[in-house]
């Protein structure tokens, strides 16, 4: 059944004054069954979401089963199904891949149980639960641009983490990796394009680099810092990222992670509804969009932060599901919190009060921009460019200019269909650049129509700045690369395929050499900028 909250916006009890129940943002519906059995104090656990053909869709989790629920309509919920996997379990946790779900628990011996949503809003199917590779885990991350899932916390995998590949099928997962890590057992885990963020509880946050799964290479590590407690979880968004740890009255961290081998705290930030009173509050899960952090916060709900400037990071809204809290003791109120459906309403789940859907009252811009670049290669140039974070459904217009002023379209090519809070990375070949200089700029367009762009980047194709050479273009690892840089200062980056920075350092224009020893075979580029004109010329070659 379903229960209607009322707001109120001051609550007394026992005394003590607490807060308002929200700020900045809407209760738009609230989805809680009564006949839930109760484990442990706890009913509802965590939340993910789903968008397919127009439609919204939550996947919530209880002590005994996984609940599929239509939110298109908040004012009309519908339950569409559950499944229980054999178990009554504190910990749930759910991913999306495709046309495919995945549950874990980390109580019981359920496994890996997996869904197929391609016939929603009808009905969900359970097309697999293996417990082949695990029988319980605390968490699960999908790093989508590899089509790889990884599985925290494992009973099968005490000290490290275990990988499966979903590309060949996504309904019967293989396994690529089971392997231990130097931070040894992982709570959660965030990877984008290969890096994976682990959170090892008292251990801290270590970085890996998981190109090859079976040899996992540590890029840098956060151990000792102010407020250090149990390194719960993180998310990362461009340079930064926030990491929550669960311990009482310590703050979410900003971190600088642009070098992995010296990460930076930059800010430390926190929600506390009862202070003065009490302080001690526990933050959960974070989650980036753009620039906002989205958290779950034990006994304080929602909580959003704006993050756009990381040394000073603020709140500007939240929306407590938890309002009969009378101190910070213990574990209570909001789980989990899923901010990126299409249509930018944001799923909540609280432990005992089930499943919330918020609206925040302001804007936020549905595209986030990383870096744009642009290389002479043979005449042409490549445009390329990243997106932080898309709310899905945008296309992208390629503009280009002789002034800086006047621009005319190229072309266009889509967007992210789903919503992403990954690093997506786009190209476009300009096949006949004009002489002289080359503006260009990526115009982000909406369905609605409305607009925003990117960032200037310019290339020269007549400063005599092309003659980037390296040789042998073709190597063995270990082998030493030689490289000739035209005149001027230079920002030296060597990059995977994929985009993924392995290393960056300023040199001099005119003969270098560089060492390729524990490079893995692959096709590998460096870009070279131009620290003074910013002239952009890049250079490929392979390892075999």
């Avoid at 999908?142 to 494992?154: C, E, H, K, P, S």
């Avoid at 971190?255 to 001690?280: C, E, G, Q, W």
């Avoid at 958290?295 to 993050?307: L, R, T």
Wanted: proline share 5%; glycine share 8%.
């Amino acid at each position: 059944m379903k229960k209607c909250v009322v707001i109120l916006l001051l609550f007394v009890l026992k005394g003590i004054a607490i807060a308002q129940v929200s700020q900045n943002m809407t209760l738009l519906a609230n989805w809680d069954d009564n006949t839930l059995p109760v484990h442990s104090g706890l009913v509802y656990n965590d939340i993910w979401g789903y968008a397919a053909d127009g439609r919204e869709y939550a996947i919530l989790g209880s002590a005994q089963k996984v609940h599929f629920l239509d939110v298109t309509n908040p004012a009309s919920l519908v339950h569409i199904t559950a499944f229980a996997g054999g178990a009554s379990s504190i910990w749930r946790d759910m991913k999306t891949y495709g046309q495919y779900a995945y549950s874990v628990a980390d109580q019981g011996t359920e496994g890996l149980m997996i869904f197929d949503l391609s016939n929603l809003p009808a009905s969900v199917t359970k097309v697999s639960q293996i417990t082949t590779f695990f029988v319980r885990a605390h968490n699960i991350f999908i790093d989508t641009q590899t089509g790889r899932l990884y599985i925290a916390g494992a009973n099968s995998a005490p000290n490290g983490i275990i990988v499966l590949d979903l590309n060949s099928d996504p309904a019967n997962p293989t396994l690529l990796a089971n392997v231990s890590l130097p931070g040894g057992y992982v709570h959660d885990v965030y990877v984008e394009n290969n890096q994976a963020y682990c959170s090892h509880g008292g251990n801290g946050l270590h970085v890996y680099n998981m190109t090859n799964p079976t040899l996992p290479m540590e890029l840098g590590a956060i151990t000792d810092y102010p407020e250090i407690g149990y390194n719960h979880s993180s998310w990362r968004s461009g340079n930064y990222l926030v990491f929550a740890d669960e311990t009482h009255g310590r703050g979410l961290k900003c971190v600088d992670v642009s070098d992995l081998s010296d990460m930076v705290i930059t800010d430390i930030f926190r929600s506390t509804l009862l202070a003065p009173t009490y302080t001690n509050s526990i933050a959960h899960n974070p989650f980036i969009l753009g620039n906002y952090c989205y958290v779950s916060y034990y006994h304080e709900g929602v909580q959003v932060f704006d993050i756009s400037n990381p040394d000073d990071v603020v709140r500007v809204a939240y929306y407590d599901t938890y309002t009969s809290h009378t101190g910070y003791s213990g574990y209570d109120g909001c789980w989990g919190v899923y901010p990126f459906l299409p249509s930018g309403r944001i799923l909540g789940a609280d432990i005992l009060n089930g499943l919330f859907i918020l609206q925040l009252s302001f804007p936020v811009l549905p595209v986030e921009w990383g870096a744009i670049q642009a290389h002479e290669a043979q005449g042409k140039i490549k445009i390329s460019w990243s997106t932080l974070t898309e709310t899905g459904l945008c296309a992208f217009d390629i503009e280009r200019s002789p002034d800086g002023r006047s621009f005319a379209s190229l072309g266009q090519i889509p967007g992210s269909v789903m919503p992403s809070s990954q690093k997506l990375d786009y190209v476009f070949w300009d096949s006949q650049p004009i002489a002289g200089t080359n503006y260009y700029r990526i115009r982000q367009v909406d369905p609605d129509g409305s607009a925003n762009w990117s960032e200037l980047v310019s290339i020269n194709l007549q400063a005599g700045e092309t003659a980037f050479k390296l040789y042998p273009s073709l190597l063995s690892a270990g082998q030493m690369l030689h490289l000739q840089l035209p005149t001027g200062e230079w920002q030296l980056s060597l990059m995977q395929s994929n985009g993924l920075l392995i290393n960056r350092c300023d040199l001099p224009g005119g003969s270098a050499t560089w060492p390729t020893q524990g490079l893995l075979p692959g096709i590998y580029y460096f870009s070279a900028i131009n620290l003074h004109t910013r002239t952009q010329l890049a250079e490929r070659f392979v390892v075999r």
